[in-house]
């Protein structure tokens, strides 16, 4: 039996499984479509980044005092050369090299028997003068009542008043000779002039000394106190005083002396504090250099002559000054500038003025306000941001000095670490 061809469906007539999955697929984009606006409104956002963090310190106003360091010499207060002033051979030395030696104090000594000898003849020598001062004394008076009966010549009493006065200059001599002859035989010991520290010996006994000239026989420094002397350029001295005068700056401690610091060679600061003494009135003409020194206290010896160290001297204080660290201070030719944080947490570029450095921070007296924002670290993390993008400022802390807020969120993590356990 035959079917006829026009009752049997065409297999075109039916849609296929793809056609109807794609209007599938269509309807639904659209019915999300629909869902995901709103009259009037734009799609939502994704979540926003957090602003960048930087380190800021606040500015401070107050009272700066200016501290200058110099290369400084250590020098002692005072030297004495000791000297052979007699000449003689040297016997003995009396003394420890590198001891402490009191003014007075016998040091060396030369043989002495020569200036015995000569402090007795000149004292032989006053008791002769002496015995004829008393017998020309004693014709003077007795030719006195003689001369006024006439019983002698006027010329024989005037001979007499003549030759006693000459024997009255020859006890003064021969007093003179004695003294001398003491004088010498004094210098056979050889003492110290002053107190302090004496060095080697520069003679040893047996050693011919004083013949001719003063022969060097040891040195005698006082180390307690010591001077320093320092050097400072003539136009910073100038600056600085007319800085004081035109009221920008104040003077720092007493007007007599102002306070000194000494560092010492390994980077450690001396526990005694100096005193300026005075300020040379010259300017070295080859350096242009003016001179300074001041006085310090050396009670245990640690400061020796010839020792050279650096001088910090505060000789004047910036009032309403703030520092910086020096990190947050870009310089250049142009000027002076740094980045100041808003309070709207956007960053903006200030010029400043700088004064001077102190322990790794700038002096700063103007371009600044009292609770500013300075920013001192992340500026790299600036770079990658575009311009006027805000940032949350945060206390800045020094490399190396403990951080409290880092050790804040590892105590709430051990915190939490512990709350979720069983």
């Known amino acids: 039996m035959l079917r006829d061809a026009s009752a049997t469906p065409s297999f075109s007539a039916f849609p296929t499984r793809r056609a109807v999955s794609l209007v599938a697929l269509t309807a639904t984009t659209l019915f999300l479509a629909s869902c995901g606006k709103t009259d009037g409104q734009a799609p939502a956002e994704g979540p926003q980044m957090p602003p960048v963090e930087v380190g800021v310190v606040t500015a ?32 003995q030395r009396l003394f420890k090299e590198g001891s402490d030696v009191k003014a007075g104090q016998s040091l060396f000594r030369i043989d002495p028997a020569p200036y015995a000898t000569a402090s007795e003849s000149a004292r032989a020598g006053l008791a002769k003068a002496q015995a004829n001062l008393a017998q020309a004394s004693a014709q003077v008076e007795r030719y006195r009542p003689l001369v006024s009966a006439n019983a002698i010549s006027k010329q024989d009493f005037v001979n007499a008043d003549a030759a006693e006065k000459q024997a009255q200059a020859d006890v003064a001599t021969a007093r003179a000779a004695v003294r001398t002859a003491d004088i010498n035989l004094g210098y056979a010991s050889v003492t110290s002039p002053i107190s302090g520290r004496i060095g080697r010996a520069l003679v040893t006994e047996g050693a011919l000394v004083g013949q001719g000239e003063a022969t060097p026989l040891a040195v005698v420094q006082q180390i307690d106190p010591v001077y320093v ?36 060679g390994d980077g450690s600061e001396y526990a005694q504090t100096g005193k300026l003494l005075f300020t040379d009135l010259s300017v070295d003409a080859t350096t242009g250099q003016v001179t300074l020194r001041a006085e310090v206290p050396n009670p245990k010896g ?21 520092t910086l660290p020096q990190q947050a201070v870009t310089r250049t030719q142009q000027g002076d500038t740094v980045s100041v944080v808003g309070e709207d947490g956007k960053v903006s570029q200030r010029t ?19 609770g500013e924002k300075i920013m001192v670290d992340g500026f790299q993390k600036l770079q990658m941001l575009p311009p006027g993008t805000p940032v949350k400022p945060v206390p800045w802390q020094a490399p190396g000095a403990p951080s409290t807020q880092a050790a804040t969120p590892a105590a709430s993590a051990a915190s939490a670490a512990s709350a979720s356990k069983p």
């Open 229 to 264: 002397n320092f050097t400072q350029s003539a136009g910073d001295v100038f600056q600085l005083r007319r800085a004081m005068e035109s009221g920008q700056f104040k003077r720092a401690g007493s007007a007599e002396a102002a306070s000194v610091k000494l560092v010492m």
């Open 60 to 91: 401070t106003p107050g009272d700066v005092g200016l501290i200058t360091e110099l290369p400084g010499r250590v020098e002692a207060s005072r030297v004495a050369q000791v000297r052979a002033r007699a000449a003689g051979i040297l016997q």
């Open 352 to 370: 400043i003025k700088v004064s001077a450095a102190q322990n790794n921070r700038w002096v700063v007296l103007e371009g600044l306000k009292a």
């Open 302 to 322: 640690e400061l020796l002559p010839g020792l050279y160290l650096r001088v910090r001297i505060e000789q004047a204080q910036a009032s309403n000054a703030i």
